[in-house]
């Protein structure tokens, strides 16, 4: 296999499970070197072990992406021995806080924006002095920041605005050459799932559990936001820089009509008036 990543240094939230953990795997199987991020030392020690397995390579970084001290830590330790990056992929999301805006829990609500959204933040902020001409930041979003869903207000709100925040993360590093994405991963059973099998996700979810069956249009494997994500970290892709792209997208196509995409302002959050 082609490893076209050889010399690239990468960090990814969430990797101790789920899809981070499938993106970490892309990425080393690339030949990146991986930092690894989540809370869970264990998990991350399964994921780095996993990655020496397949010959590649990465560092265990545990810590909260909510947390500013826990953030400037990571990338301090990263960035000794690398001194630069190449690609930020903030995954880390968690979703529990679910029932109707006045019959929820505020912390929650706030915990959930906290992580999915204000972790993505911290996580920039603190990388982007080390990342240079080339680098690509890209933000897991969801279809729930495109579309209303009730009483899942506090993800559907974070990541609406993961969108809104990567289209402006682009204007502004748009001049230094890095690329910034934000991706819709499709429907992947994870552990972020259970809250749909929940008392509350039972009886508020329905309509978001649909969208996890086995005849949904939108479920697939880990592997294949993974594998958008590499795609996504390639010179090719750049043309497409501050777009919100589905792991269900053409990428060729996309990359062959990126002059209409700017022209028209497509996969992008906008309100359309009369």
Known sequence: ??????????????????????????????????????????????????????????????GDVSVREDIERIIKTMMQPYGALDIL?????????????GDDDPEA??????VNLRGTY???????????????????????????????????????????????????LESKGISVFAIRPGAVRTSITNILSSQKGKQY???????????????????FPAQLVVRLCSPKAAVLSGRMISVLDDIDLLIEKAEQIRAEELYLLRLRTL
Request: glycine residues 12%; hydrophobic residues 50%.
């Open 1 to 62: 296999m082609e490893k076209n990543l050889i010399g690239k240094v990468a960090l990814v939230s969430g990797a101790g499970r789920g899809i981070g953990r499938a993106i970490a795997f892309a990425l080393a199987d690339q030949g990146a070197d991986v930092g690894l991020i989540a809370r869970s030392r264990d998990q991350l020690d399964d994921t780095r072990a996993a990655i020496l397995e397949r010959g590649g390579r990465s560092v265990v970084l545990p």
């Open 109 to 114: 609500w706030w915990h959930d924006v906290a």
């Open 89 to 101: 992929v903030n995954n880390a999301g968690v979703h529990t806080a679910v029932g109707p805006v």
């Open 122 to 172: 911290l996580l920039c902020r603190a990388a982007l002095p080390f990342m240079g001409p080339g680098a690509t930041i890209i933000n897991v979003s969801s279809g729930a920041g495109m579309k209303a869903f009730p009483y899942s207000s506090a993800y559907g709100a974070s990541k609406a605005a993961l969108i809104h925040f990567t289209e402006t993360l682009h204007l502004e």
């Open 205 to 223: 979810l329905g309509h978001i559990a649909k969208l996890f069956e086995d005849d949904s249009d939108l479920l697939v494997p880990a592997k």
